[in-house]
């Protein structure tokens, strides 16, 4: 009996699968131009703004890549996009309707800014429902999703999270800060008030210092990460859960190192293309951090194929017995 290796059906009932997004017709890349004007026409407006704030205020100038990101995970799915049997669902219809009649009144009635964007990302989703159904949707909710990164949070609320981040930054600074023989650190609020051997230094732990650029960066990174590595799911959710506390860890270390620096070195290393320096080589020991932890949970089980041995070949032979006469 011979081995026969089965090709597996295509998803287009018979059709040629296709690989490369330029083996789309071009009536498709029609329709995609049209949607994208229609689109951009409809949320020109929260589009130019949040492009605006990524070029502007640097707590946010990581949206850039978060698009790039989104294009990465599509073209991830390109064969199963290309090649899907797609069915039109009106239900997405109907969310595409509601979220063109929400827009307007946002900004009449309700007057929640922070509503506007977030729309313009769940009407994106919307539209993908309608064109492909559920099936498209499968593959193309992370990457609309993941542009939820790129919306910089309205002032209030980027406020109410960075003030206890510097407070708490502050604190543990100070901590570490007296263990230091002949140093004190006295912590009011964000402010550091530090004597060493009769010299004051103040050290004021500003909204720069805050670590909510590296938090939504590193969670927009840790998402991306947590997808790509094949890993068991429950490791994923791990991973993608500790980007929260090893940001805020990166940041403590961050105001504690510049504490040390201000007073065993110069107030001037702690400002201007210093203290951008410090703060950008928070990124790259959060990725260690990062990477230890997803080495620990990857030597913590081992599987169990690895751990038996390879099984020898064994041959079994019959011995047939003759009936006595």
Not at 115 to 144: E, H
């Amino acid at each position: 009996m011979t081995d026969q290796t089965i090709p597996p059906a295509d998803n287009n009932s018979g059709d040629r699968v296709l690989s490369q997004w330029n083996q789309l017709g071009v009536h498709k890349y029609i329709k995609i131009g049209i949607i994208v004007i229609l689109f951009y026409w409809l949320y020109y407006r929260e589009i130019n703004q949040i492009v605006g704030q990524w070029i502007n205020n640097p707590s946010w100038s990581h949206g850039f890549i978060i698009p790039l990101f989104s294009i990465y995970f599509l073209n991830q799915e390109k064969k199963n996009i290309l090649n899907l049997e797609s069915k039109p669902n009106y239900l997405g219809l109907l969310f595409v309707i509601c979220g063109i009649i929400f827009y307007p009144l946002n900004m009449v009635q309700i007057r929640f800014g922070y509503l506007s964007p977030l729309s313009m990302i769940a009407t994106l989703g919307a539209v993908a429902l309608f064109l492909g159904g559920w099936k498209l949707v499968r593959y193309t909710w992370l990457p609309i999703g993941f542009l939820f990164f790129a919306i910089p949070l309205p002032d209030r609320y980027y406020r109410m999270i960075t003030i206890p981040l510097r407070i708490r930054a502050s604190s543990v600074a100070g901590d570490v800060l007296n263990l230091v023989s002949g140093l004190e650190a006295k912590v009011r609020g964000v402010i550091i008030d530090i004597d060493y051997k009769g010299q004051e230094h103040v050290l004021n732990v500003a909204e720069a210092c805050s670590g909510m650029r590296l938090l939504m960066a590193f969670m927009a990174l840790g998402v991306a990460m947590a997808y790509l590595h094949k890993r068991p799911f429950w490791q994923r959710l791990v991973l993608l859960a500790s980007t929260i506390p090893i940001a805020i860890l990166c940041n403590i270390i961050r105001v504690t190192v510049t504490g040390f620096i201000s007073v065993f070195i110069g107030r001037q290393y702690i400002e201007g293309i210093y203290h951008d320096m410090l703060g950008m080589l928070m990124l790259p020991l959060a990725f260690i951090f990062y990477g230890v932890l997803a080495w620990f949970m990857s030597n913590l089980f081992i599987e169990e194929s690895k751990l038996q041995p390879a099984k020898e070949d064994i041959i079994v032979r019959k011995s047939v017995k003759k009936d006595s006469e």
